[in-house]
């Protein structure tokens, strides 16, 4: 795999063929990952996997025509056939007004911060083993767990590159280290599966894995035996597990390339009042030991955090430089890069900030209503933004969490969610995406 100082290398060597080439402007990026993870299921070993990528994307531009190309072969004769054929692509390709490089003046600069992304730890197979077979134990250690789908442990190192034609150069590493385990309860029709994970910077950071495990198997008991709930409109709270989905929502709402195109059903909104006052949504991708942290975004400018959502109104779009050119505004640090294809958009670390209320409060006036610990399926509109998804979880009945309820959908438009959002005060950081338990009255819930 790239270290950085050979990502930066062959980036920069990308840009100069690419010049050579014909290329009036251009940006590389290189991006490489290792990989280690272990796999028990029932006490024994079921899989060990490894793998080690290098990928080198290069964009040129001709006049206002641009063209993307990736490849794996990273070796001169190779780079030289790359910046050739992409340069041809390229006069081959129709004019784009609103192509190009970020502004010069606008470039991050070094030196960038220190994220603290990496751990200078790595377990090895034989630890990623014994943490998967301590995980597994402890979730069928639970009584009423009868099988186990298996336990996992794993452990990732990357390196991210971007090097422009006009004078960014910059790289940045990380470690990724991660526990999960999936067991089932009960048996022939009445068997139920759950499961329990977590992923971090640093090995150190993570719980153990007997309380990961152990949480896996509570929690696929306590699902067996679930019935339909009725068919109502009535106050749907979402567990955090589910609960950072609607951030999601609302970051790909905000995206300039769908604004441009009017594919947003916030298209129009951005003076609205959307949520209730309280509700602020922060964007940070500067955290430290950030599972999304970046000095600087795709194209190579500065990255801050920024309140997306603050006093009830969403704060603008999330742009790159091509999107931020069709509407007319400043690009915000938000593009995204993979090795192939033009940038995209994204978000970084998100959080919606904890409430006031505990979660027992939030729901202790519920006479009758659901809470949901997982979604299923993709039905959401983003032009319209109605929202219908399966769920499974649990009712509330005067105020209490009762039994476990399933084959149910909520349905609902993200715009009224919005406004009804009322946050409790568990926000958990374990998470890319992190929000409290989030109550949204006046769903309509379609069960038995």
């Known amino acids: 795999m790239f270290d950085l100082p050979r990502a930066q290398e062959r980036c920069g060597a990308l840009i100069d063929k690419a010049r050579r080439a014909g290329a009036d402007a251009a940006d590389a990026v290189a991006i490489g990952s290792v990989s280690e993870s272990v796999g028990i299921r029932l006490g024994k070993l079921e899989d060990v996997d490894r793998s080690e990528s290098e990928h080198l ?9 641009s063209a993307s190309i990736q490849a794996t072969d990273m070796s001169d004769a190779a780079l030289d056939e790359l910046a050739s054929r992409a340069v041809a692509m390229a006069r081959a390709a129709p004019e784009d007004q609103f192509a190009g490089l970020a502004p010069e003046d606008m470039l991050a600069r070094g030196p960038f911060p220190d994220l603290d992304l990496s751990d200078s730890g790595e377990p090895g197979p ?11 134990d402890a979730a069928r250690a639970v009584p009423g767990v009868t099988n186990s ?3 996992g442990a794993s452990f990732g190192r990357s390196v991210v590159a971007l090097a422009t034609s006009h004078g960014f150069a910059g790289a940045y590493g990380g470690t990724s280290h991660g526990l999960s385990a999936s067991v089932l309860a009960g ?29 896996a198997g509570r929690r696929a008991v306590a699902r067996l035996d679930p019935v339909r709930p009725p068919s109502g409109n009535v106050p749907v709270v979402f567990d955090p597990r589910v609960a950072g989905s609607l951030l999601g929502h609302v970051v790909a709402a905000m995206s300039g390339p769908s604004i441009a195109r009017k594919a947003s059903f916030l298209l129009d909104k951005l003076d609205a009042d959307l949520f209730a006052p309280g509700i602020r949504i922060v964007d940070d991708p500067l955290r430290p030991r950030g599972l999304r942290s970046r000095p600087f975004d795709g194209e190579g400018l500065p990255t801050a955090p920024r309140a997306l959502v603050e006093g009830g109104k969403i704060t603008g779009w999330l742009t790159n430089v091509a999107s931020a050119r069709q509407l007319g505004i400043a690009p915000t640090g938000h593009a995204s890069r993979a090795a192939g294809g033009a940038p995209g958009v994204s978000a970084s670390n998100l959080h919606l900030e ?19 610990t997982e979604l299923i399926g993709q039905g959401v ?16 009945v005067k105020g209490e969490i009762t039994g476990p309820i399933a084959e149910f959908t ?12 009322i946050p409790a005060d568990d926000l958990e950081w374990h998470r890319a995406v992190n929000a409290p338990t989030l109550r949204v009255d006046g769903m309509t819930v379609a069960g038995g």
Not at 126 to 136: D, G, H, I, S
Not at 195 to 207: E, I, S, V
Not at 354 to 371: E, H, K, N, Q
């Open 126 to 136: 034989q630890k990623l083993r014994a943490l998967a077979e301590e995980c597994e």
């Open 354 to 372: 904890a409430g006031t209320v505990s979660r027992a409060d939030l729901i202790a006036d519920i006479d009758d209503g659901v809470l949901v």
């Open 187 to 215: 048996e022939g029709a009445r068997m139920q599966r759950d499961y329990a994970w977590r992923q971090a910077r640093y090995g150190a950071d993570l719980p153990g894995p007997a309380e990961i495990g152990a949480l």
């Open 149 to 151: 789908e298996g336990a």
């Open 381 to 396: 509109n983003a032009v319209t933004g109605d929202y219908s998804r399966g769920a499974s979880g649990y009712r509330i």
């Open 410 to 421: 909520v349905a609902g438009n993200l715009l009224s969610m919005f406004m009804h959002m």
């Open 57 to 65: 994307g290069l964009r040129v531009f001709v006049g206002q025509r």
